[in-house]
């Protein structure tokens, strides 16, 4: 069983730069791969971006050059650090975490506010 919570979101500027954390519960959190999803109000939840156990990286197109995910498993931590933020930038982030992209474990999300 993993647990994950997810912190750091909040209002920012378009323009602006946000890091969002996800902390995981369970030993074998640096054994599971983790992505960063993003959901927009009646839409369905998108893949931002995912690392592997090994430290493999994949992004969507939509923020390629603009996010970047990494991890810390001496902390069960998963980063995302988002920078040149824009106002269509869907608002909820879910922390995600299994041996497979979705795995079983979700986070309770944070949301992004991107002003204008």
């Known amino acids: 069983q993993v647990q994950l919570v997810e912190s750091g979101g909040g209002l920012v500027q378009a323009g602006g730069s946000l890091t969002l954390s996800c902390a995981a519960s369970g030993s074998t959190f640096s054994s599971r791969a983790v992505g960063w999803y993003r959901q927009a109000p009646g839409n369905q939840r998108e893949l931002v971006a995912r690392?592997?156990?090994?430290?493999?990286?994949n992004y969507a197109d939509s923020v390629k050059g603009r996010f970047t995910i990494s991890r810390d498993n001496a902390k069960n931590t998963v980063y995302l650090h988002m920078n040149s933020l824009k106002p269509e930038d869907p608002p909820i982030y879910y922390c995600n975490a299994g041996f497979v992209t979705p795995g079983p474990w979700w986070g309770q999300g944070t949301q992004v506010t991107v002003s204008s």
């Open positions: 690392i592997t156990s090994g430290g493999s990286t």
